[in-house]
Structure formats: C-alpha cells, structure tokens
C-alpha cells in the first residue's frame, strides 16, 4: 500500500526566511500534487509534478519531483504571513484503481 | 461560478440519524470523490465514480453509501450516524480518472 509522509508535520517560521517541505512516497510513481489548504477551507490546486526533474514556480513557492528517490520538495522563499496554511502532497498510486494518497499535511504558520 | 459544490456546508445531527451531503460539479469532468477529513487533517479517499460507475469503494462502513444520478452529481447517504463520524466531508471531481481534482467547500459534520 502506498505511504506518503511529509515533513515536518509542524513548521513555524519568521517572515523573510527560506525553508523547505519534504514529501516521501513508498512505492513507484510519476505523477505528483501539491494542494493548499487554509483554515476552515477547502484544498486548492498548487503544482503538479508529472515527470521525474519536474520543477514548477509560483511566487516564493517553488515545487520539484524527484521520482527516483520518491521524493518532492516545496520550497518557500521570503516567507510572507499570506503563506501560513497546510500544505498537504499527494501522489497516484498506478494500478487497478488508481487514486490520490494525501500526505499527513504540514502546517506552515508564518510569524512577523 | 461553483466549480464544485456542496449542501449543506454544516450539519449537526444526533446519534442514530440519518443524513445526506449533496454535491455538484460544473466543470464537466467524468470523476467524481468523496473524502473523509478527520479532527488530525488527516484526508482518505472514501469512494470515486467515474462516469456514474463505482469505481473505487475504500473500506468505509456499509452505512456509507454513495449515489451518482449523473456524472455532474455524487451524493452521500449516512445511516445510523455514529460519534465517530463527526469530520469533515469532501467532494471533489477530475477530468479523466484519478489526476489533479478540484475540491468543493467541504461539509461538516458533527454528531452529538
């Protein structure tokens, strides 16, 4: 069965500093989600990875697959307070029926 | 327009009742989800319908039972509600089977 673990479960980081996201994933995939999701809201749609090396940007957010390793990053750049959420990866599972296996979810809270 | 929506966004009810979530897409995608968000952010897929068809049904208890009247809609039917399944419930949708899914507002649930 496939697992999919993020880390670190709980980030809590200053305005203006850079940190990384990690995704690990158990078994073989190439296709790869990243979603936000805000208090009390639904998931929204970041990035996705369909390729081993993809890399996708959007504003301080920057996504890479590594499918080898079984492993993407979400980087944050400058952290801003607007950033503070969840931010939970997703990955497809190949096989008879196929589906999304969510991450366990990293809550990001930005302080000023 | 509500890509994907949901009725109703809260629902309190007792033990031992009966409830339904409602949910519509417009975006005209052929898949169509439900989640189980628990009180950890924890997200799993419960069922998927492609097309009306059944074709994921995860190891939820048989009082779950999903309705698919078209492809644009998916309702959840709960019988017998128990504590445990206070969450919070997502529909979500996709184009062709399992890629990136676009998720509806959410439904809480909360049984008392």
């Known amino acids: 069965e496939l697992k999919v673990e993020q880390n670190p479960l709980f980030l809590s980081m200053q305005e203006g500093k850079n940190y990384t996201i990690y995704c690990n994933y158990s078994?073989?995939?190439?296709?790869l989600y990243w979603y936000r999701q805000d208090p009390g809201k639904s998931l929204e749609s970041l990035f996705v990875l369909l390729s081993n090396g993809a890399v996708k940007q959007e504003g301080r957010l920057m996504a890479s697959l590594d499918t080898k390793a079984r492993l993407s990053t979400l980087h944050i750049t400058a952290a801003v307070h607007d950033l503070s959420a969840t931010y939970f990866c997703a990955v497809i599972n190949t096989g008879t029926a196929s589906k999304l296996t969510f991450g366990t979810g990293t809550r990001l809270q930005v302080t000023l | 327009d509500t890509a994907v929506s949901q009725t109703p966004k809260y629902l309190v009810t007792q033990m031992g009742n009966d409830k339904s979530i409602k949910c519509e897409q417009n975006?005209?995608?052929?898949?169509m989800y439900w989640y189980k968000q628990d009180s950890k952010k924890f997200l799993k897929i419960m069922f998927s319908y492609n097309n009306k068809e059944l074709i994921i049904n995860e190891t939820v208890p048989n009082r779950f039972s999903p309705k698919s009247p078209d492809k644009a809609h998916l309702n959840l039917h709960i019988n017998s509600l128990e504590l445990g399944d206070s969450a919070v419930y997502f529909c979500?949708?996709?184009?062709?089977?399992?890629?990136?899914?676009?998720f509806g507002p959410g439904t809480r649930l909360t049984v008392t």
């Open positions: 979500a949708s996709s184009l062709a089977g399992p890629g990136e899914q676009y």
């Open positions: 975006l005209g995608h052929d898949t």
């Open positions: 078994t073989t995939s190439d296709r």
